[in-house]
């Protein structure tokens, strides 16, 4: 019953949120230069046919009744219509959105697989060549710009070795990983640059508490000391560390996403925002702001698996 209340609460709490960062997005695109109905028309622009467009798409009233009926329509769940391409957005968001978990999640899995080897073997190795080499390297990755990272990789493994496509999505699951791989593992290095110095000074502070001495004067090995005493309350900061920057990539995946032209939200509102498509933007945000408020949400749940303690 009490977990029940907790998740109700942060449900219940979560919609001021959205609202603040829907209506906030929507002023601030307001005061943005630009008509969306003089870029929609281009060259064949007049002004009777700007009047039409303006009236179509709500654009002649004040920006107070533009907001009303924003936020009437967002309680309805209606996202609105794109003014380019004249698709709803949910449909249209909803494609591009699974591309971007997709690389993400990606991302992240690579990140892991990076992070627990090298810091466990770092902070196994303080200040020995292994775990100076461990934190030159991944200092460095992490002082890069992403974009030129994921060019030195599409160049080394996709032009001069050939074993990954230079861009694109692909087809079906298989096709997705090979797509995605350069990508996800130009973010994964960024991620596991950071994960891995908080990891490693968690296990190198639990190294010498006072109950994993308890744990290893009973008796248990060493494998069991690390992984049940150490390894497990380690994360605990790093899994912190991941919910912050992956709630972040959601936006800023779009630089990734044009470096290897991947088809995703990222770069949906880069090209939303540059044609001043409103109802585009304003959706993409309020399901960013989703995204992160569900990833904050799973960050605590997976606290409350690794540390009893903070069970609701």
Not at 112 to 125: D, E, G, K, Q
Not at 166 to 187: A, E
Not at 197 to 206: G, I
Request: glycine letters at 8%.
């Amino acid at each position: 019953m009490d977990y029940f209340r907790f998740i109700l609460r942060r449900v219940l709490q979560s919609i001021p949120v959205l609202l603040g960062v829907g209506l906030l997005t929507f002023f601030i695109m307001r005061m943005v230069p630009g008509d969306p109905a003089l870029i929609m028309l281009g060259r064949h622009a007049t002004p009777e046919r700007l009047a039409v467009l303006h009236e179509k798409f709500g654009l002649d009233k004040s920006i107070w009744i533009q907001a009303g009926y924003f936020v009437r329509d967002l309680a309805r769940g209606d996202l609105g219509t794109s003014i380019i391409t004249q698709e709803p957005v949910t449909e249209l968001i909803f494609r591009r959105v699974e591309v971007t978990l997709f690389l993400i999640a990606y991302s992240t899995v690579l990140a892991l697989l990076i992070t627990l080897p090298v810091a466990t073997i770092a902070a196994r190795n303080r200040d020995r060549l292994v775990d100076q080499i461990a934190r030159g390297f991944f200092t460095v990755t992490m002082t890069m710009p992403n974009f030129w990272v994921g060019i030195i990789l599409m160049l080394v493994f996709s032009i001069y070795l050939g074993l990954f496509p230079v861009s694109g999505y692909g087809v079906g699951f298989l096709g997705h990983l090979r797509h995605l791989f350069l990508p996800s593992l130009t973010i994964g290095l960024y991620l596991s640059s950071l994960a891995i110095r908080s990891l490693r000074t968690s296990l190198l502070d639990l190294f010498g508490a006072g109950h994993v001495s308890f744990a290893r004067a009973k008796g248990l090995s060493e494998s069991k000391v690390f992984s049940g005493h150490v390894l497990r309350n380690g994360l605990i900061s790093t899994v912190t560390v991941l919910g912050i920057t992956v709630g972040w990539l959601y936006g800023s995946s779009a630089v990734i996403e044009r470096v290897f032209s991947i088809p995703g939200a990222g770069l949906l509102l880069i090209d939303s925002v540059f044609r001043r498509d409103y109802p585009v933007i304003q959706g993409l945000i309020i399901t960013f702001g989703v995204l992160v408020i569900l990833t904050n949400f799973l960050v605590d749940l997976i606290y409350a698996l690794l540390d009893p303690r903070v069970r609701v």
